[in-house]
């Protein structure tokens, strides 16, 4: 019967299907081709770098460098700069690279927790309003504390790498400001863009000294501490600055590996704590879903709902245990 209903088909049509195939198939294939090209990601790379230094260089101009910071700020960040919660929040936008004024900040985790706010009492009354609000107030700001870590780990993930950069431009006879102008254009943000700013303020007039302590400022990181301290220290008592920036190279890398090698070791602990803190909220999500009269007994009796306050503040406590034995600091 196959055979009979193959024999039935034309031939031409079973041509032109082939040829629709394989002209698809040499499409994706060529179109992969294109967007996969080694030479194409270099361009794209290259252009990316290119906007970033045309970018800094017409923002990082003499004028915004040398002027006082007070004159660049408005009367209500002046205001928010006495208190030291708000200059906490500014480091913090500083060390994210966040580009907004303090008031334009606040103004938009206001609206969060308006917004969160009006959900909540709209839903669950007014507990349901405060606890949308707090939400509200905090998204903001854990959005910001995982961009300013992302850009801290990324920048670290970076720092050794430079260091070599830099410690092969002073062995080859560059000064040391000249081998940060290398640094800034061959290494790619967050990296690239602060040791250019470094460099562009001490271009400006600013003292090397500084132009490092507001790299330091900027970039809150043990490792790039070492740097500055022994970039200063080296200034003034002199020495061998290539073989130190070496060896803090070294330092930094083997920390790398040692840190690699505890997140192995604590991986088993990490995945047990996981399962043990899903697990509870889990089963109430199947019991919900195979007998819901039974489940919710044990949130409307008194005595139920105080079994889950203490069950819930025991999560908490054992989440807290496990994430103190399994992340050690190196």
């Known amino acids: 019967m196959v055979s009979d ?15 629709v195939f394989l002209s698809f198939f040499f499409l994706i294939r060529a179109v992969f081709l294109f967007l996969a090209s080694p030479e194409r990601l270099h361009q794209r790379r290259l252009k990316k770098r290119l906007r970033e230094t045309d970018r800094l260089e017409s923002s990082l101009n003499v004028n915004t460098l040398l002027k006082q910071v007070s004159l660049e700020k408005s009367f209500l960040d002046q205001m928010l700069a006495k208190f030291s919660l708000f200059n906490q929040l500014q480091v913090m936008m500083l060390q994210a690279d966040l580009a907004w004024k303090m008031g334009t900040f606040l103004a938009v985790a206001a609206l969060s927790g308006l917004v969160l706010a009006g959900v909540g009492l709209a839903k669950w009354g007014g507990w349901g309003a405060l606890a949308g609000g707090g939400l509200g107030l905090l998204i903001p700001y854990q959005i ?11 920048f670290e993930k970076q720092l050794p790498d430079a260091l070599d950069l830099l410690a092969r431009g002073l062995r080859a006879g560059h000064a040391f400001p000249t081998g940060l102008q290398q640094v800034a254009k061959e290494m790619a943000d967050p990296l690239g863009t602060e040791f250019f700013k470094t460099f562009r303020e001490f271009n400006h007039g600013l003292n090397l ?4 302590l507001n ?7 043990r490792d790039l501490s070492f740097f500055t301290t022994a970039v200063l220290i080296q200034r003034e008592t002199g020495g061998n600055l290539t073989e130190i920036l070496e060896k803090i190279s070294i330092l930094i890398r083997e920390r790398f590996k040692l840190r690699n090698q505890v997140k192995a070791l604590t991986a088993e602990g990490r995945l047990s704590g996981l399962i043990l803190l899903l697990l509870p909220p889990v089963l109430v999500v199947i019991l919900m879903a195979v007998n819901p009269e039974y489940e919710l007994q044990l949130f409307h009796h008194p005595m139920g709902r105080a079994m889950c306050g203490v069950a819930l503040g025991f999560q908490l406590l054992g989440m807290w245990c496990i994430h103190k034995i399994v992340n050690i600091k190196v």
């Open 209 to 212: 000294n500084s132009a490092l």
């Open 144 to 154: 910001l504390a995982h961009k300013k870590k992302r850009r801290l780990h990324k």
């Open 5 to 19: 209903m193959f024999h039935s088909l034309d031939y031409s049509f079973l041509i032109l299907i082939f040829t």
């Open 215 to 221: 790299l330091c400022n900027r970039i809150n990181l």
